[in-house]
């Protein structure tokens, strides 16, 4: 039986800079949060962000 408090996550994206061989991530939106995945083992779960956070890590790599 699934978890009906777990989020429903909005489509997952992929980096436009993937090479096609799941050597990327994946992203999806929900409410308030972001959700992180590893395309070469989704079934790990995934790591969850605020806005706040995630756009802290954006900005911050696009400064890199």
Do not use: I
Not at 19 to 35: F, I, S, T, Y
Not at 39 to 58: A, I, N, P, S, Y
């Amino acid at each position: 039986m699934g978890n009906r408090h777990a989020p429903a996550w909005g489509e997952r994206r992929v980096s436009s800079y993937s090479d096609g061989a799941n050597n990327c991530l994946e992203v999806a939106h929900c409410r308030r949060k972001v959700g992180l995945w590893d395309t070469k083992d989704r079934g790990l779960g995934h790591l969850e962000f605020t806005l706040e956070q995630w756009q802290w890590f954006v900005d911050t790599a696009k400064r890199s």
